[in-house]
């Protein structure tokens, strides 16, 4: 085990810390004002994005997949369908569980915002970084996240 340094401020963590999250913070900000501006929330926005091109899934599936939470995911489905952009239908394989699926409408809105949105955010990654480093950044991140997510840990 590594002593702990004599000024815990100089802990190299913490010279990546705040460059990431500011990060974060710059992203989510210009991230958040597009979305709405085309008219849905973020968490809308992620239901759409990753019900577009499918069939539906199980409110499990798209829970796994998006980053909307549990909680929230059942009243994001309720406003979406309120607006007529998704539907709940029974699964044909599993009479326990309800497909989510985009309408008609939904398939549109999806078409419209997804790549609209796609080549807003894309200018901001590509003055930044080439692709073989936003290659390198994905797998670092990655890592970093497991770490995070290792059950074993503290």
Known sequence: MTPPPKDPGDEPFLKVLRPLVEAFYAFLEKDDRHV???GLTLSQ???????????GMTCKQLSDETLVTKGTLTGVLDRLEAKGLVERVPSQADRRATIIRLTSKGEK???????KHIYYMKPFFEQALTGAEM????ELLLRL???FEQKNKN
């Open 145 to 147: 996240k497991e770490s």
């Open 45 to 55: 926005f992620d239901v759409i994005a990753t019900l577009g091109d499918t069939e």
């Open 36 to 38: 709405r501006a085309l």
């Open 109 to 115: 809105k999806f078409q419209e915002v997804f790549p």
């Open 135 to 138: 290659k390198t950044l994905r």
